[in-house]
């Protein structure tokens, strides 16, 4: 049963750009959340969604950032015009059941912004 | 609002040795609390979890924790480190209306000594 898949692994975008980092929840998952680390830090959550829904989006910044989990295919995490503070590793998680604590990570995506 | 507070950024500890990382929570309601190991360029992977019960708990590779209400602690143990646990330990308490979201400490970096 493979895990949580996140791609790409590392991503380089230049101000202005748009970054769209994937995430595959395990087999058997609907329940999808993104958590973003910056340098030196903690993770900070951003969103939780349900296959086809947001559910709580209380960590997403106003701006910029979005983030989706269609009915097929992976959940997207969309930044559009990046800045330097955008730099961070973001991770993916997934769990079986909704409230259930248990989430299992994906190896994250590196963003970059030069 | 929830938190966790890790006190300890960087511990340092002899092959061998006992080791003990401390984490202190704030959370209004009964805490769901984990630990989370990250090793570098990884994602990180479930050590332990505490929901309810016992407030001593086992986990993998031979880590334990205890829960003490009375402290607002759930402080991570090892009896004997071995060179492969240097890395990064994240503690984390699961909140939200769902309990979806996760709060973690700012992490605890701990190094081995040959």
């Known amino acids: 049963n493979a895990g949580v898949m996140q791609n790409p692994r590392h991503l380089v975008r230049r101000r202005g750009q748009e970054a769209r980092l994937r995430c595959s929840p395990m087999k058997g998952h609907s329940h999808v959340y993104w958590y973003r680390q910056l340098p030196e830090e903690g993770l900070k959550f951003m969103v939780y969604?349900?296959?086809?829904?947001?559910?709580?989006e209380s960590g997403m910044p106003k701006e910029r950032f979005s983030a989706e989990f269609p009915k097929e295919g992976p959940s997207i995490l969309r930044i559009q015009q990046v800045v330097r503070g955008d730099s961070a590793a973001y991770f993916c998680?997934?769990?079986?059941?909704?409230?259930?604590?248990?989430?299992?990570f994906g190896p994250g995506t590196r963003l970059t912004v030069t | 609002a929830q938190s966790v507070t890790q006190p300890d950024i960087h511990i340092t500890v002899s092959e061998g040795a006992s080791l003990e990382l401390r984490c202190n929570y704030s959370y209004g309601a009964t805490p769901y609390l984990f630990w989370y190991v990250q090793s570098p360029g990884q994602g990180l992977q479930l050590l332990l979890k505490?929901?309810?019960?016992?407030?001593l708990v086992q986990g993998i590779k031979g880590f334990e924790a205890e829960f003490k209400r009375s402290q607002s602690s759930f402080n991570l143990r090892k009896p004997s480190v071995h060179w492969s646990d240097a890395a990064e330990y994240f503690c984390?308490?699961?909140?939200?209306?769902?309990?979806?979201?996760?709060?973690f400490g700012g992490g605890t970096r701990v190094l081995v000594k040959p």
């Open positions: 998680a997934s769990s079986e059941r909704p409230g259930l604590y248990e989430q299992y």
């Open positions: 984390a308490v699961g909140a939200g209306a769902a309990g979806n979201k996760l709060t």
């Open positions: 969604l349900q296959k086809e829904n947001i559910i709580d």
């Open positions: 505490y929901f309810s019960g016992d407030t």
